[in-house]
């Protein structure tokens, strides 16, 4: 079973508008994170936003905010009002314990590619 | 910044021959990571390091191996690369604990 899990492969929106991509995603564990990384067509992996298990409070970062619903498992990212520049492939991650040496890792989704239309 | 360094960027390389990838970091962070970026998977883990000479397996580890002789290099290699390992290679690193992950700039390899 997926990890993670972005329904939407891709979304079309106009300039201006609010932009909500979904991410879900399935673990056992009681302490993990979740991330969201942006990769424009130039190919770098540019870190939006971090939310931990723990955190109360709903991360925010500028126009980017992480919709976190515990119960739901649901790490939906929010980009208020959008623009040409954020036309890209946007992952959600979710980092968890790996067995050796206390390391821990990124598990991804599939990705999302949004288009920001004018 | 050039924090990580990945080399070489672009590769086009025979079936069978073997392909070395390196990973160079200037931030002494303990953890490192192998990815593999493929059109409708993600980037999905190949190998990890959790200090030199400290080294486990990922999801996709079949035909690969890693070394780590140095805090600051990590390498992946393809010992006989065959086409199916076509993809974009990501390099990550981490210090410890609960920071983040950094990326390097991706390796583009192409077995023909």
């Known amino acids: 079973a997926q990890k993670i899990t972005q329904t939407q492969p891709g979304m079309f929106v106009q300039e201006k508008e609010a932009v909500t991509l979904d991410c879900t995603y399935d673990t056992s564990d009681q302490s993990y994170g979740l991330f969201w990384y942006k990769q424009p067509s130039s190919g770098e992996m540019i870190f939006l936003i971090y939310?931990?298990?723990?955190?109360?409070q709903n991360a925010t970062e500028g126009r980017y905010s992480l919709n976190f619903q515990k119960a739901r498992k649901s790490a939906n990212l929010v980009i208020s009002a959008s623009q040409l520049g954020d036309s890209a492939m946007y992952f959600c991650?979710?980092?968890?314990?790996?067995?050796?040496?206390?390391?821990?890792?990124?598990?991804f989704g599939k990705g999302t590619h949004l288009i920001i239309q004018p | 910044d050039a924090g990580i360094t990945q080399s070489p960027r672009h590769k086009v390389t025979e079936t069978g021959t073997p392909v070395t990838l390196r990973c160079h970091q200037t931030?002494?962070?303990?953890?490192m990571y192998w990815y593999r970026q493929d059109p409708g998977h993600g980037l999905r883990l190949i190998h990890y390091?959790?200090?030199?000479?400290?080294?486990d397996k990922g999801e996709v580890s079949d035909g690969y191996s890693v070394s780590r002789s140095k805090t600051e290099d990590f390498l992946l290699t393809l010992e006989s690369a065959t086409s199916s390992q076509t993809s974009v290679y990501f390099c990550?690193?981490?210090?410890?604990?609960?920071?983040?992950?950094?990326f390097g700039s991706g390796t583009r390899l192409t077995v023909v």
């Open positions: 931030e002494n962070h303990r953890y």
């Open positions: 939310q931990g298990s723990y955190d109360e």
């Open positions: 990550a690193t981490k210090k410890q604990g609960r920071d983040g992950y950094t």
């Open positions: 991650a979710m980092r968890e314990a790996f067995q050796g040496g206390g390391a821990d890792g990124l598990t």
């Open positions: 390091s959790y200090g030199v000479k400290d080294t």
